[in-house]
């Protein structure tokens, strides 16, 4: 199963890796500053926005960040699923019928999400920088980094170990979001599937279940998502952000500057790559939990 949890997310990130990049870029168009123009004056949609990256920057940029996404998905699946099952397990515990009430599924994704994400945070930091670097070169300005080593080496050299962490709430409250989406949606319509029809606990079920927890986690997750990569994205000058004081600021800006939908930015690429994803990672997970003689999720 540790097998799984670190080669699975490798295979499926790398090839799904374009559309995360394309949702970044997608997240910080028109991002504005407050009392100053946009950053970014062209608006594309999904699609445009990808071909450009290639006719601008060269296909291959497509995979910009890709190393740093592997780092994180590695740590924060292991860390999301450990947590939540110990919680369910150890802590909340199940009913006497074996099931899991709602309440317990969404404070143990919450939960599992927020430790998960917190622990794989300074990955996601140099991924959001590196996935920025092509659009800083078109606008003329410097690069900031080289390589994934240089990425930490040089945000640890700016401002210490500590700003590793920087927009690590928006981050965590993305990841909690996302969790509570995806492992309480997925367990609670699971049990609630076999409990109120007649499928059994087969891939059915589990497909039926993973097709509502990729929804419900990319809806849940990507306001959030758009604030951690804007204040992640943001220039910092001694430990302090430039554009934004707080997720709380870049969120009211956000809505101020673009409207409320611009929290939505990217939800599309969010779903399509989430949705395939969550349908694989469950399917598997399932299938190996049942080869290694574990009792199913």
């Known amino acids: 199963m540790l097998v799984f949890l670190k080669l699975k997310p490798q295979a499926s990130h790398t090839v799904t890796y374009p559309l995360d990049l394309t ?16 950053i970014d004056v062209q608006r594309r949609g999904m699609v445009r926005t990808a071909f450009g990256i290639v006719e601008e920057e060269g296909l291959m940029k497509l995979w910009q960040g890709v190393t740093p996404a592997i780092y994180r998905h590695i740590v924060y699946t292991g860390c999301r699923m450990s947590f939540y099952e110990f919680i369910r397990e150890n802590v909340l515990y199940r009913d006497s019928d074996g099931t899991y009430a709602v309440w317990k599924a969404i404070v143990g994704g919450l939960t599992a999400g927020a430790l998960a994400q917190f622990i794989a945070s300074p990955t996601d930091l140099v991924k959001v920088q590196m996935q920025m670097e092509g659009r800083l070169r078109l606008e003329g300005k410097p690069p900031r980094v080289k390589n ?22 928006p981050n965590v409250q993305r990841a909690a979001l996302v969790n509570l989406g995806d492992l309480a949606t997925y367990d ?50 001694h430990g302090r952000g430039l554009l934004y004081k707080s997720s ?28 395939p994803w969550s349908l694989t990672f469950w399917l598997s997970y399932e299938q190996i939990r049942k080869r290694a003689g574990t009792s199913s999720f």
């Not at 949702?23 to 946009?38: D, F, M, P």
């Not at 080593?149 to 050299?157: D, E, G, P, Q």
């Not at 600021?249 to 989430?274: H, N, Q, S």
């Open 188 to 237: 609670t319509a699971k049990h609630l599937i076999l409990k109120h029809t007649a499928l059994q606990d087969n891939y059915v079920t589990h497909a039926l279940s993973s097709s509502c927890s990729g929804l419900i986690a990319a809806t849940m997750g990507t306001p959030a998502d758009v604030v951690k990569t804007r204040v992640m994205n943001q220039p910092v000058k």
């Open 248 to 275: 709380f600021d870049c969120l009211m800006k956000t809505v101020r500057m673009e409207g409320f939908f611009a929290l939505y930015k990217g939800f599309l690429p969010i779903w399509i790559r989430m949705a």
């Open 23 to 38: 949702k970044t870029r997608l997240q910080l168009q028109s991002e504005h500053v407050s009392g100053s123009s946009s």
């Open 148 to 169: 994934t080593l240089h990425a930490f080496t040089k945000i640890v050299h700016d401002g210490g170990i500590r700003s590793l962490w920087k927009g690590w709430v």
